[in-house]
């Protein structure tokens, strides 16, 4: 089993940045893909961005060049810095990590793009 907590989210003006942070624990695996997903309201939950404990990332394209995902893997740690701000961001942030397969999910952030 794995554990995620999340932390970082609020409330923020249009042009505003956030930082994300989940923290992985329990039966940790050296290698995994962790990342972060987001859903609006009345919409799918739909990929943000995600890092391989030993790869790159990969980002959305509503996340290129505003959203940077990085991870402390000593940590076991994720991290997602969002910039530029926009109202559509306004979401509730799910953080994951994808061991031998296996999905898990953190309880979400509420993330509010509002002036």
């Known amino acids: 089993q794995v554990q995620l907590v999340e932390s970082g989210g609020g409330l923020v003006q249009p042009g505003g940045s956030l930082r994300l942070s989940c923290a992985a624990s329990?039966?940790?695996?050296?290698?995994?893909?962790m990342g972060w997903y987001r859903q609006a309201p009345g919409k799918e939950r739909e990929l943000v961005a995600r890092i391989a404990s030993n790869g790159g990332p990969n980002y959305a394209d509503f996340a290129k060049g505003r959203f940077t995902i990085s991870r402390a893997n000593a940590k076991n740690t994720v991290y997602l810095q969002m910039n530029s701000l926009k109202p559509e961001d306004t979401a509730v942030y799910y953080c994951n990590i994808v061991q031998a397969g296996r999905p898990y999910w953190g309880q979400g952030t509420q993330v509010t793009v509002s002036s």
């Open positions: 329990g039966s940790m695996f050296s290698f995994n893909v």
